[in-house]
C-alpha cells in the first residue's frame, strides 16, 4: 500500500522544476496561473532566482506548492498514471499538507498559492527578524530533549517542539535567547544541534499573531471535504470534512508538526511505499530513519515520473 508525500520549507532551490517547465506546456499552464493568483512572477523566482528572493517566505512557501502541483499533475494527467487510486494516505510537511489538500480536491490550487503567499507574510511578520530562531536537534529522542529543555533558565522565553520529525531529527523554535541557551545546554552534554537559516520561529506560540491572521484568510476560501484520506500535522490522522481542515491549518501555524507520528500511523494502517512529490528529497530521508521496513522515493524529475509506471 502507498502514500503520497508533500515536502514543506527547506526543500526549495533555485532552478528547481525547469526541465518540467521547459519540456511540458502543462507545467507552464501551471506557473502561469500561479503568476496571476499573486500578482508578480514568482516563476521567475522559481527558475531563475536571485536566492534571497526564493528564500523570502512568502515566496518559497507558494514556489513549493507550484512544484509539487506542476509534479503531480504530469504524472496524473500526462502520463496518466493513477496514483490517487493507489494511494491510500496523503500528507505533506507544515506548508506540503496544503499541497496534499490541493492534490485530493479539497482546495483549488489558485487558492492554495493565494493562502501561502499570505501565510509567509504573516509568519514572517509575527516576529521581528533576529528575535526568533531555531534549532535542529539530531540523535535524541523527545524525552531526552524534553529533560534538557527543563534546564533552561529563562522563564519568560519560548523553547518548543516545532517539528517532531523522526526518531532523530527534532526542531526546537522560539525566542533567539531562549534557543541559544538550549543549544549551549546540549553542547555542554555533547549532544548535536545546528541553527537552521530561517526568518522566523515557525510552529511555535511566538505565531500566534499569523494564526489569527490566518484564520481570516482561510475562512474566506473555498474548502471542499476531502476525496481522499489526508493526513494533519497537528493530530496526525487522516480529516476529510473541511471545517475541520480549516480548523486544523489555522492551529498548524502554532503547533508542532508531527511528522514520526503521521508516517507510524500510516505504516501501521498498511503503507509500505512512500512516494515524495516536490522538489528535494528530504521527506524520503526522514522516512528512512523513522523505519527500515518501508520504501521510499522521491519524484521530482521526467525520468522519476517514467519509473513511476
Do not use: R, W
Given at each position: 500500500m502507498?502514500?503520497?508525500?508533500?515536502?514543506?520549507?527547506?526543500?526549495?532551490?533555485?532552478?528547481?522544476?525547469?526541465?518540467?517547465?521547459?519540456?511540458?506546456?502543462?507545467?507552464?499552464?501551471?506557473?502561469?496561473?500561479?503568476?496571476?493568483?499573486?500578482?508578480?512572477?514568482?516563476?521567475?523566482?522559481?527558475?531563475?532566482?536571485?536566492?534571497?528572493?526564493?528564500?523570502?517566505?512568502?515566496?518559497?512557501q507558494p514556489a513549493i506548492l507550484t512544484i509539487s502541483n506542476s509534479i503531480f499533475r504530469l504524472i496524473t494527467e500526462e502520463y496518466n498514471i493513477k496514483i490517487k487510486n493507489d494511494a491510500k494516505y496523503f500528507a505533506g510537511h507544515s506548508l506540503g499538507e496544503y499541497s496534499a489538500l490541493v492534490s485530493s480536491n479539497s482546495l483549488n490550487f489558485s487558492d492554495a498559492v493565494y493562502l501561502l503567499h499570505q501565510r509567509g507574510k504573516a509568519m514572517q511578520e509575527a516576529v521581528p527578524e533576529g528575535e526568533g530562531s531555531m534549532l535542529a536537534v539530531m540523535g535524541l529522542?523527545?524525552?531526552?530533549?524534553?529533560?534538557?529543555?527543563?534546564?533552561?533558565?529563562?522563564?519568560?522565553?519560548?523553547?518548543e517542539i516545532a517539528n517532531d520529525n523522526s526518531n532523530s531529527q527534532i526542531i526546537l523554535s522560539g525566542n533567539t535567547k531562549s534557543i541559544n541557551e538550549i543549544s549551549e545546554?546540549?553542547?555542554?552534554?555533547?549532544?548535536?544541534?545546528?541553527?537552521?537559516?530561517?526568518?522566523?520561529?515557525?510552529?511555535?506560540?511566538?505565531?500566534?499573531?499569523?494564526?489569527?491572521?490566518?484564520?481570516?484568510?482561510?475562512?474566506?476560501?473555498?474548502?471542499?471535504?476531502?476525496?481522499?484520506?489526508?493526513?494533519s500535522n497537528v493530530t496526525a490522522r487522516p480529516i476529510k470534512d473541511s471545517q475541520e481542515i480549516k480548523k486544523l491549518l489555522v492551529e498548524q501555524i502554532i503547533s508542532k508538526v508531527r511528522w514520526r507520528e503521521s508516517v507510524e500511523y500510516m505504516i501501521k494502517n498498511g503503507v509500505s511505499e512512500f512516494i515524495e512529490i516536490g522538489p528535494g528529497k528530504v521527506l524520503s530521508g526522514l522516512i528512512k530513519r523513522i523505519s527500515d521496513k518501508v520504501s521510499s522515493k522521491s519524484i521530482n524529475t521526467i525520468e522519476d515520473i517514467k519509473n513511476l509506471k
Open positions: 502507498k502514500a503520497v508525500l508533500f515536502p514543506g520549507q527547506g526543500s526549495q532551490m533555485v532552478g528547481m522544476g525547469s526541465e518540467l517547465y521547459k519540456n511540458f506546456d502543462l507545467v507552464k499552464k501551471v506557473f502561469k496561473e500561479a503568476d496571476e493568483k499573486l500578482g508578480y512572477k514568482i516563476s521567475e523566482i522559481i527558475l531563475n532566482g536571485p536566492d534571497s528572493e526564493l528564500k523570502l517566505t512568502m515566496n518559497t529522542q523527545l524525552e531526552e530533549l524534553k529533560s534538557y529543555m527543563e534546564e533552561i533558565k529563562n522563564e519568560k522565553g519560548v523553547c545546554i546540549l553542547k555542554k552534554n555533547k549532544k548535536k544541534s545546528i541553527f537552521l537559516p530561517v526568518s522566523a520561529p515557525f510552529h511555535c506560540s511566538l505565531m500566534l499573531p499569523a494564526a489569527q491572521k490566518m484564520k481570516n484568510k482561510i475562512n474566506e476560501v473555498n474548502f471542499k471535504n476531502s476525496s481522499l484520506e489526508v493526513i
